[in-house]
């Protein structure tokens, strides 16, 4: 593995833990009422439904787009001057985050649903990996 690749796969990891991380924070925005997680959890297959290759290839994509998102906002977060300025970046962020995860066919419930199941599934896990980083 050259150190490119082994950089890339270190990145995508971490970028599966942010991603089962920042799933809630994506789905509570800060507005009473029901989050778009409890509003989609009957429309979400059942955690033992199996997940198809094109769910976990679209799932690998978005999760290459959201590692990218959170790379371009740490610095910008380190960089803010005060909590509000942060807040607003976390805004921007989770808003970029749920794009890229849409504009993969996905909602947040599956993307949330794959990410989940990656952490406890080594197999899932390196599939997510090689998708993420054979992505276009």
Known sequence: MT?????SRAFLAGGLTLATAM????AAP???GRSQVDQGQAQM????????DAT???AGAAL??????????????GA????????GLTEQANAEAMQAIQSHGLSLQEYSRVMRTAQSDPQLKQRLMNAAQEAK
């Open 80 to 87: 803010a001057g005060s909590n509000e300025e942060k807040h």
């Open 45 to 52: 297959p059942a955690a033992n439904a199996p997940l198809s």
């Open 3 to 7: 150190p490119a690749n082994a950089f």
């Open 23 to 26: 799933a809630p924070a994506i």
């Open 64 to 77: 290459r787009d959201v590692a990218k998102v959170q790379e371009d906002y740490t610095g910008k977060m």
């Open 56 to 58: 976990i290839d679209k």
């Open 30 to 32: 800060d507005t009473p």
